[in-house]
T-cell receptor, first 115, second 113 residues
Framework: DGGITQSPKYLFRKEGQNVTLSCEQN?????MYWYRQDPGQGLRLIYY???????QKGDIAEGYSVSREKKESFPLTVTSAQKNPTAFYLC??????????????FGDGTRLSIL | KQEVTQIPAALSVPEGENLVLNCSFT??????LQWFRQDPGKGLTSLLL?????REQTSGRLNASLDKSSGRSTLYIAASQPGDSATYLC????????????FGTGTRLTIIP
């Protein structure tokens, strides 16, 4: 089955620790995205990548880093500089065909908490 | 700055009723609008995408409409079922080449058996 796999489902971070969230897709989509979801707020874009080896900051990139070495993978690192990392993190991907009206597809998320 | 609002934040209706969910946006120059469903603790499932040139899209019991000039979209659910209980979110994309979506905070729908 084609889809987006996020792992782990739950993650705990200690003070001063960096943690990495995994996102893998087998949909052959060009673009991939990371969002953060907090209670009572809409999803906010952290980073996105339209092609391999290229990515752009979203609205709340501070304290996060990403890489896009392979088309199917877009890991997100939550660094110790992110002082409020507790949230639900969602990865998405999209096929960037001409016309631009392809929908975004989402994984099942990773819930990150502070120990 | 584009802002997307969904009112009400929560809605409960008896099974079998037809219902309408609302989404409003402040900048009418959108490229497309997408409706999603989110079950508790899960990711988002894309339901319908309406292009700026379209007035509505239909999928099964779902019908989404778009009125760009008034900055509004509605999601109509016919003959509601308990399995429709979820949070429904709308998101707008401003322009071709701009990958950012601006999301509303969602409407939590409960269908009462």
């Amino acid at each position: 089955d084609g889809g987006i796999t996020q792992s782990p489902k739950y993650l705990f971070r200690k003070e001063g620790q960096n943690v990495t969230l995994s996102c893998e897709q087998n949909l052959n989509h060009d673009a991939m995205y990371w969002y953060r979801q907090d209670p009572g707020q809409g999803l906010r874009l952290i980073y996105y990548s339209q092609i391999v080896n290229d990515f752009q900051k979203g609205d709340i990139a501070e304290g996060y880093s990403v890489s896009r070495e392979k088309k199917e993978s877009f890991p997100l690192t939550v660094t110790s500089a992110q002082k409020n990392p507790t949230a639900f993190y969602l990865c998405a991907s999209r096929r960037r065909a001409s016309g631009g009206n392809q929908p975004q597809h989402f994984g099942d998320g990773t819930r990150l908490s502070i120990l | 700055k584009q802002e997307v609002t969904q009112i009400p934040a929560a809605l409960s209706v008896p099974e079998g009723e037809n219902l309408v969910l609302n989404c409003s946006f402040t900048d009418s120059a959108i490229y497309n609008l997408q409706w999603f469903r989110q079950d508790p603790g899960k990711g988002l499932t894309s339901l319908l995408l309406i292009q700026s040139s379209q007035r509505e899209q239909t999928s099964g019991r779902l019908n989404a409409s778009l009125d760009k000039s008034s900055g509004r979209s509605t999601l109509y659910i016919a003959a509601s079922q308990p399995g429709d209980s979820a949070t429904y979110l709308c998101a707008v994309r401003l322009e071709f080449g701009n990958e950012k979506l601006t999301f509303g905070t969602g409407t939590r729908l409960t269908i009462i058996p």
